[in-house]
């Protein structure tokens, strides 16, 4: 199966940035793929920023122009920088992967979760 390991978050200012990490490990075949999402106290999941192994990001639009996803395929690992974070930008932040396993099967994946804190 798939591991997934999101690090990079925690508590900022307003007006600050943080970058998000997530690792994907374990016994993946390739990953079409990777991107996250976040959940505010609440409120359902809602995509952040989705990125293709080609390099073509979406963005949720309210995001767009504040946060930039990247990844790198070579060490299986998505980003996800953060900048002029809002308080309403505080929120669980997801990892979520789709992978392709050995058996040729895809399935979607989700990282624990990572909190984020926007506060004066």
């Known amino acids: 199966q798939v591991q997934l390991v999101e690090s990079g978050g925690g508590s900022v200012q307003p007006g600050g940035s943080l970058t998000l990490s997530c690792v994907a490990s374990?016994?993946?075949?390739?990953?079409?793929?990777m991107g996250w999402y976040r959940q505010a106290p609440g409120k359902e999941r809602e995509l952040v920023a989705r990125?293709?192994?080609?390099?073509?990001?979406t963005y949720a639009d309210s995001r767009q122009g504040r946060f930039t996803i990247s990844r790198d395929n070579a060490k299986k690992t998505v980003y996800l920088q953060m900048n002029s974070l809002k308080p309403e930008d505080t929120a669980v932040y997801y990892c979520n992967v789709v992978a392709t396993l050995p058996n040729y099967l895809t399935r979607q994946f989700w990282g624990q979760g990572t909190l984020v804190t926007v506060s004066s």
């Open positions: 990125i293709t192994s080609s390099g073509l990001a």
């Open positions: 374990g016994t993946i075949f390739s990953i079409t793929v």
